[in-house]
C-alpha cells in the first residue's frame, strides 16, 4: 500500500469521494441527455420486441421446434401484446425513466471503474489483483444476466402470463407502467442473480463459504432453485421452466467451481 495514499485523512478520503461521486453524477446526466434522443427507436425496437411473433427467441424456439416437439412453436401464430397507456403522464415519466436506466446501463463498466480507483489505495498489491479480477467478473456476468433476462425469462413469462386466461369474457389489455415495471424488474433481477459467483467467490476468500457446502446441499439447491423458477414464470409448460432453471443451476455449479476447496479454505 503507497505510504502517501495510507496517510490520507479522514476529510482527504471524504473529499476524494465527493470527487468521485460528482464524476459519476456527469456521466449519468452526459449518457441521459445523449440517450433521451434514442429512446423512441429503442422502445419501439428493443423494449416493445418480446411483444410481437417475429420476436428472434420465439423465431428460434420455432426452428428447433421442427427438430423436436419438446420444444414449443411460438413462431407461428397471432401474438401481439396490446399496451395501452392509462395515466396521463407515464408516457413522459417512462420516457425519463428509460434514459436514466439507459444511462445506468452505458456507464456501469465506469462505475465499477471508480469505485475501484477509490477503494484502490488502501488495498494491499496482493488484494487488488483479486479484487481488480472480481470487479471486472461481477461487470460481464451483470450484463450476460441481463441479456439472459431480456432475450429468455421476461418473453417466456410475458408470453404465459399475457395469454393466461381466467375466464374467456376477459380481454387481456397491458398498461404500459405494468409492462415497464415488469420489463424492468425482471431484466435487473436476472443482471443481480448472475452476480451471485462473485458473491460466493468473495464469500470464500473471507473464509464463510467452501466447496464443501455446495457437495452437501447440491440436492437442496435443486429443489429449491425448480421453485424460484417457478416463481419467476409460474407457466405449466416444462420447457419455460427448465429454460429458466438451467441458467440458475449452471450459476450453482460456476460458483462451486470458483469457491475454494475444503483443503484450501484450511490451509
Known amino acids: 500500500m503507497d505510504d502517501a495514499k495510507a496517510e490520507m485523512s479522514f476529510w482527504d478520503h471524504l473529499e476524494a469521494l465527493r470527487w468521485m461521486l460528482m464524476r459519476v453524477i456527469i456521466a449519468l446526466a452526459v449518457f441521459m441527455l445523449l440517450g433521451f434522443a434514442f429512446i423512441p427507436y429503442l422502445f419501439d425496437n428493443v423494449i416493445m420486441a418480446p411483444c410481437r411473433e417475429d420476436f428472434f427467441f420465439y423465431r ?12 414449443p412453436d411460438m413462431s407461428g401464430g397471432t401474438f401481439n401484446v396490446s399496451v395501452i397507456n392509462i395515466h396521463l403522464a407515464s408516457q413522459f415519466f417512462i420516457h425519463m425513466s428509460l434514459s436514466f436506466w439507459l444511462a445506468f446501463l452505458l456507464t456501469f463498466p465506469y462505475l465499477i471503474f471508480e469505485v475501484w480507483r477509490f477503494i484502490c489505495p488502501a488495498l494491499y498489491d496482493n ?26 425469462v421476461f418473453p417466456l413469462t ?9 375466464s374467456s369474457t376477459i380481454t387481456n389489455q397491458l398498461s404500459l407502467d405494468s409492462y415497464m415495471n415488469y420489463f424492468l424488474m425482471m431484466i435487473f433481477m436476472m443482471g443481480i442473480i448472475f452476480e451471485l ?5 468473495l464469500l470464500s476468500k473471507l473464509g464463510l463459504l467452501d466447496r464443501t457446502f455446495f457437495h452437501k446441499y447440491r440436492r437442496h439447491a435443486v429443489v429449491a432453485l425448480m421453485v424460484v423458477s417457478a416463481l419467476i414464470t409460474p407457466s405449466a409448460d416444462p420447457f419455460t421452466l427448465f429454460a429458466v432453471f438451467i441458467p440458475i443451476y ?18
Open 60 to 71: 428460434w424456439l420455432g426452428k428447433l421446434n421442427s427438430l423436436t416437439s419438446l420444444i
Open 127 to 152: 488484494e487488488r489483483k483479486g479484487i481488480k479480477w472480481a470487479f471486472f467478473f461481477g461487470t460481464i456476468m451483470f450484463f450476460i444476466g441481463c441479456v439472459v433476462g431480456y432475450s429468455m
Open 158 to 166: 410475458l408470453r404465459f402470463l399475457y395469454t393466461y386466461e381466467l
Open 197 to 201: 459467483p462473485l458473491l460466493a467467490m
Open 250 to 267: 449452471v450459476l450453482w455449479e460456476l460458483s462451486a467451481f470458483l469457491v475454494k476447496s475444503g483443503k484450501e479454505a484450511a490451509a
